[in-house]
């Protein structure tokens, strides 16, 4: 069973920093991709950040020059340093893993969420 646990989230004021962490587990062959993505009360999900197995990254216009997706390859796991963080920015962030598990296809799968509050 491969799992992918986030940790990381709080409460922040504007302004300040967060570093989310999400460590895959389980029987894992390859890992293609990882991903943050969040949800804020009556909106879509949305993707904030990617990284792919070769370190190419993408980031959603709304965050770019104030967050920063890296990995570990060694440990499996994908952070998300978040700066200069803003009231909008509060949402319910998901880890998301293209990957393949042994004997299995490849395919996504999703941790459970962490809540991020920005609120003074």
């Known amino acids: 069973q491969v799992q992918l646990v986030e940790s990381g989230g709080g409460l922040v004021q504007p302004g300040g920093s967060l570093r989310l962490s999400c460590a895959a587990s389980g029987r894992i062959e390859s890992i293609y991709a990882m991903n943050w993505y969040r949800q804020a009360p009556g909106k879509q999900r949305e993707l904030v950040a990617g990284i792919t197995s070769g370190d190419s990254t993408t980031y959603a216009d709304s965050v770019k020059g104030r967050f920063t997706i890296s990995r570990d390859n060694a440990k499996n796991t994908v952070y998300l340093q978040m700066n200069s963080m803003k009231p909008e920015d509060t949402a319910v962030y998901y880890c998301?893993?293209?990957?393949?598990?042994?004997?299995?296809?490849?395919?996504?799968?999703w941790g459970q969420g962490t809540q991020v509050t920005v609120s003074a």
């Open positions: 998301n893993g293209d990957l393949k598990k042994l004997f299995m296809k490849r395919r996504d799968y």
